[in-house]
């Protein structure tokens, strides 16, 4: 999974984990749902390997982007945003910083995503 994520982002990926839950497919469904409501567009959706991954979505302030991934990681859901924003010189053209790691957001998503599930219909 480590190399996975390494191959998405040029940051270092330090999960947040969200739950202990087994990943079936009615957790998957609420997921992706989530993140569709707080990301918009989702770019990989592997339900077997239980991948899900973002497109970027804009940022306000500052002006930039963020994007999530969602996964199973040892029996857990992990969590990772990411972050860059739009650097505007006083010459030459825009152009978008290095990909970070959001860890506020991170912990955010991974915040809400216990709460989606929890909220799930036992069984």
Same mark, same amino acid.
């Given at each position: 999974m480590a190399l996975w994520l390494a191959s998405c982002t040029s940051a270092p990926a330090?999960? $947040?984990?969200?739950a202990a839950v087994a990943?079936?497919?009615v957790v998957?469904? #609420?997921c992706v749902h989530e993140l569709s409501l707080q990301f918009g567009r989702l770019e990989l959706v592997?339900?077997?390997a239980f991948r899900l991954q973002t497109a970027w979505a804009p940022v !306000?302030?500052?002006? =930039?982007? +963020?994007? #999530?991934? %969602?996964f199973a990681d040892d029996g857990a859901l #992990? $969590? %990772?945003?990411?972050? +860059?924003?739009?650097?505007?010189?006083? %010459? =030459?053209?825009?152009?978008w910083s290095a990909v970070e790691l959001d860890v506020a957001g991170s912990q955010a998503l991974a915040? +809400?995503?216990? #709460? $989606?599930? +929890? !909220?799930?219909?036992p069984g």
């Open positions: 330090l999960p $947040v984990h969200v990943p079936t497919a998957f469904r #609420a592997d339900a077997e !306000a302030e500052p002006s =930039g982007e +963020r994007r #999530a991934f %969602v #992990a $969590v %990772v945003v990411e972050a +860059r924003w739009l650097n505007a010189p006083l %010459v =030459g053209l825009p152009e915040t +809400r995503l216990a #709460a $989606v599930l +929890r !909220a799930l219909p």
